[in-house]
């Protein structure tokens, strides 16, 4: 009996030395995979540094490649494109005038009510649609159609108080926040598509007439009389409202700058110097690129399986578009190589572009003591139902880490466009206040992105300096802008005072009449 329960001993204290021996490895195990994720997350935020020294580089090479941009076609990979807006906004407009906003996956249709330098914007409105997934690497007629089918359903909602003039036709400010050649200022030819966009019978052939034609097709009699982008829509906007901007950078889910430029510092402009002796320069500035950079390989693996490989490099590193897809793309190393989020990947970290860059904000800006909001999206959107507070703190320092090297980035490339300016320097104590005007989803919504921005300027430019540059929300510049610079272009500008000056010609006529053959009284 005593040898039963002897062995029984042995058999159970082996039993539980082998759990032991399981829980040890288990732990170990766990220990090691967690090392590995940590390894992936911290090589990851070294290779995404963004010291002062790489900054200053950027934003030199930012100025260089300007000044390459302007002196030559395609002498630069910043397109430096001439927008022929000469003369920005006075306040003096009048009248009723509409304009079309398209640059991402949405696009507005607005009305504007200008009363002169007395009343401003007197009224405005405007609609937000989206555009369906298959429209955007459709056809031209296809989403040209689309957009001008809801125009003219706005354009039929035209309250009291809110028309044109008899006989006048209606005039619309086309916003177009693509690369666009320009031929003039209600024309251009698109050079290529970005934002998700692929639709190949529109590349090289006018977008103001597929416009047109489309408007034609619904019967909506509609002229185009300015066509810009969003950025010097946000420009036009932002001056109409302070004759202090100088430049205007948009951040959203695309991103581009503009800003005000000597004529005679444009080599390759093609003729006579406009009167104003300036010129509003489209940078088409997501097109940057630089051995500066600091990219990584997640930056590369996106770009190599993006619909325009090579090209908008700067915008795939700090844009709305894509900083959300590279939080998944570092999240999906960590679930493949550490198995981050348990024994098998979550199949949905495997699609592409499911974890947006809003969804990226929400669970950055997550106060609750439990990261519950990072719990949620990522049970939401990844289906992982299971994380824990250690695991959602790493997915809160990975946002960290790609929205700062973003934020950072996007200050870099606004001292360069100074810097070209000479607006970076206090020169023999002249002080020479500059307004930078913002719009963009990204920051007015992404608080932390735009903190670190504006934090980042002050820290490039110095404390002297940075008390001159001012970074103002232009909220919806880009809409309003685009109204303002249709009106400042109207076909009808000066016809007004050109019937003025009929009628006091003819009063004149009538005076010199009455005294050459009305007989006088005896």
Sequence with gaps: MGKVAVGAAVVC????????????????????RWARAMTILKEFEEKSG??????????????????????SEGGSKLKMIISYVDNLPTGDEKGLFYALDLGGTNFRVLRVLLGGKENGVVKQEFEEVSIPPHLMIGSSDALFDYIAEALKKF????????????????????????????TSISSGTLIKW???????????????????????????????????????????????????????????????AAYVERANAIPKWPGLLPKSGEM?????????????????EYDNALDVESLNPGEQIFEKIISGM????????????????????????????????ILRTPDMSAMHHDM??????????????LEVSNSSLKMRKVVVALCEIVATRGARLSAAGIVGILKKLGRDTIKDGEKQKSVVALDGGLFEHYAKFRECMENTLKELLG???????????????????AALLAASHSQYIGLDSQYLELFQSVDVLCISYSREFIPKNP
């Design 13 to 32: 204290a082996a039993a539980v030395c082998a759990a032991a021996a399981l829980v040890v490895r288990h732990r170990m195990k766990c220990s090691g």
């Design 50 to 71: 963004t010291p002062v020294s790489k900054l200053r580089q950027v934003a030199d090479a930012m100025t260089v490649e300007m000044h390459a941009g302007l002196a």
């Design 155 to 182: 354009v039929d909602t035209e309250g009291e108080g809110l028309h044109v003039s008899p006989g006048r036709q209606r005039e619309l400010g086309f916003t177009f926040s693509f690369p666009v050649r320009q």
């Design 194 to 256: 970005t934002k998700g966009f692929s639709i190949e019978d529109v590349v090289g052939q006018d977008v103001v007439a597929e416009l047109t034609k489309a408007m034609e097709r619904v019967g909506l009699d509609m002229r185009v009389t300015a066509l810009v982008n969003d950025t010097i829509g946000t420009l036009a906007g932002g001056r109409y409202y302070n004759n202090e901007v100088i430049a205007a950078v948009i951040l959203g889910t695309g991103t581009n």
């Design 280 to 296: 509003v320069i489209n940078m088409e500035w997501g097109n940057f690129r630089s051995s500066h950079l600091p990219l990584t």
């Design 322 to 353: 894509y900083l959300g897809e590279v939080v998944r793309r570092v999240l999906c190393k960590m679930a493949e190589e550490a198995a981050f989020f348990g024994d098998t990947v979550p199949p949905k970290l495997k699609i592409p572009f």
């Design 368 to 381: 609750t003591p439990d990261l519950k909001v990072v719990g949620s999206k990522l049970k939401d959107i």
């Design 463 to 481: 404390e002297e300096v940075s008390e001159n540059i001012v970074v103002e929300h232009s909220n919806d510049g880009s809409g309003i802008g």
